[in-house]
């Protein structure tokens, strides 16, 4: 049973912009912190973004000033707004809600299936 539902992935070429959504019917999570995890081919899944549920950010060095997340707590609903985009960040994009913030996927109970983003050169 799914918990969170990514929605949004896609192929685009570097420099463009994708927009991803992680919505949830789970009531908890509605208070819990978010983040974005991402996964490429034959390396570890790795810290994206991630969103407390007051609004405070963290991002990994290699997105930040490009990559934004955000948070709808009345839709219950998480955003990673992705401009600016590399080849490198081809990946296989996961959601997570967790009861703390921090850049481990163990800090993360919550999971989505993953939504594929490509981005050609």
């Known amino acids: 049973q799914r918990q969170l539902v990514e929605s949004g992935g896609g192929l685009v070429q570097a420099g463009g912009s994708l927009r991803l959504s992680c919505a949830t019917s789970?009531?908890?999570?509605?208070?819990?912190?978010r983040a974005w995890f991402r996964q490429a081919p034959g390396k570890d899944r790795e810290f994206v973004a991630a969103i407390s549920w007051s609004g405070i950010t963290y991002y990994a060095d290699s997105v930040k000033g490009r990559f934004t997340i955000s948070r709808d707590n009345a839709q219950n609903t998480a955003y990673l707004q992705m401009n600016s985009l590399k080849p490198e960040d081809t990946a296989v994009y996961y959601c997570a809600a967790g009861g703390s913030i921090g850049t481990r996927p163990n800090t993360y109970v919550g999971w989505g299936q993953g939504t594929q983003v490509t981005v050609s050169s």
């Open positions: 789970e009531d908890t999570f509605k208070f819990y912190a």
